[in-house]
């Protein structure tokens, strides 16, 4: 045990622990799902995340120790994200098309997920600055900390409600569909990207190339929305 302990001290200690750490958490979390089926509920996303902050927690390791080596994937998601460009432009007449339902829906979608999580916080008394926090949930993490600086939240805070945002619609967003009788790939990615960003397309991504596609529209649509519509909202209230 104190020869394992060493060797963590050591490891943890180069660059490229953090890349390691990160992509070894993800294969385990990966077999894992692809054992049960590809459940939901099992989405190697949050789970790898739950687990390798539970390694840092137990080790003691400093967080900027870990993303020394782990700013290579972070360097990714930009291509990633652009990439998720590609499955739209495929589809740029369907899209030409419904370009007014898209418009209704990702409106709609944006001020109910910011708009109840607002009203819920504000129930249970909640400060200003967290409220403010709150209505930039629905958007990816680094655009929710810009919105949420603006409109005099904590950025931070942001980020973190956007994450477990993501992950919550990530690994439930099945259940709800099934519940509610929500068929069509196209109506339940778009609905995943609206509300659970990121890893809400990442999850569609997976299920349905259909789903994926209109996933990433309604992450771009919920961005562009939300950067514009919300520090005017509360500018005006």
Same mark, same amino acid.
């Given at each position: 045990?104190?020869?394992?302990?060493?060797?963590?001290?050591?490891?943890?200690?180069?660059?490229?622990?953090?890349?390691?750490?990160?992509?070894?958490?993800?294969?385990?979390?990966?077999?894992?799902?692809?054992?049960?089926?590809?459940?939901?509920?099992?989405?190697?996303?949050?789970?790898?995340?739950?687990?390798?902050?539970?390694?840092?927690?137990?080790?003691?390791?400093?967080?900027?120790?870990?993303?020394?080596?782990?700013?290579?994937?972070?360097?990714?998601?930009?291509?990633?994200?652009?990439?998720?460009?590609?499955?739209?432009?495929?589809?740029?007449?369907?899209?030409?098309?419904?370009?007014? @339902?898209?418009? %209704?829906?990702?409106? &709609? +979608?944006?001020?109910?997920?910011? =708009?109840?999580? /607002?009203?819920?916080?504000? $129930?249970?008394?909640?400060?200003?600055?967290?409220?403010?926090?709150?209505?930039?949930?629905?958007?990816?993490?680094?655009?929710?900390?810009?919105?949420?600086?603006?409109?005099?939240?904590?950025?931070?805070?942001?980020?973190?409600?956007?994450?477990?945002?993501?992950?919550?619609?990530?690994?439930?967003?099945?259940?709800?569909?099934?519940?509610?009788?929500?068929?069509?790939?196209?109506?339940?990615?778009?609905?995943?990207?609206?509300?659970?960003?990121?890893?809400?397309?990442?999850? @569609?991504?997976? %299920?349905?190339?259909? &789903? +994926?596609?209109?996933?990433?529209? =309604?992450?771009? /649509?919920?961005?562009?929305? $939300?950067?514009?519509?919300?520090?005017?909202?509360?500018?005006?209230?």
């Amino acid at each position: 045990m104190q020869d394992f302990v060493q060797l963590w001290v050591f490891l943890s200690t180069t660059p490229l622990f953090g890349l390691t750490l990160t992509l070894a958490a993800y294969v385990l979390a990966h077999a894992f799902y692809v054992r049960v089926g590809q459940a939901p509920w099992a989405n190697p996303v949050p789970w790898t995340v739950v687990l390798i902050a539970a390694l840092l927690l137990a080790s003691g390791t400093p967080y900027p120790t870990y993303f020394s080596g782990a700013q290579f994937i972070h360097f990714l998601l930009g291509p990633a994200v652009v990439a998720m460009a590609w499955p739209l432009w495929q589809r740029r007449e369907e899209l030409r098309r419904r370009w007014l @339902a898209i418009l %209704v829906a990702g409106l &709609a +979608g944006g001020f109910t997920a910011a =708009g109840s999580a /607002v009203v819920i916080g504000w $129930a249970f008394g909640m400060p200003a600055d967290i409220l403010a926090s709150l209505s930039a949930k629905g958007v990816t993490a680094p655009v929710a900390m810009g919105i949420a600086e603006k409109v005099g939240g904590i950025p931070a805070l942001a980020a973190v409600f956007a994450v477990l945002t993501g992950m919550l619609g990530s690994m439930g967003g099945k259940y709800i569909f099934d519940g509610l009788g929500v068929k069509p790939m196209t109506a339940r990615g778009f609905a995943l990207g609206t509300c659970a960003h990121g890893l809400g397309a990442a999850r @569609a991504m997976q %299920v349905d190339r259909e &789903a +994926g596609a209109y996933a990433s529209l =309604g992450l771009g /649509v919920q961005v562009v929305l $939300a950067s514009l519509l919300t520090p005017l909202v509360f500018k005006l209230f």
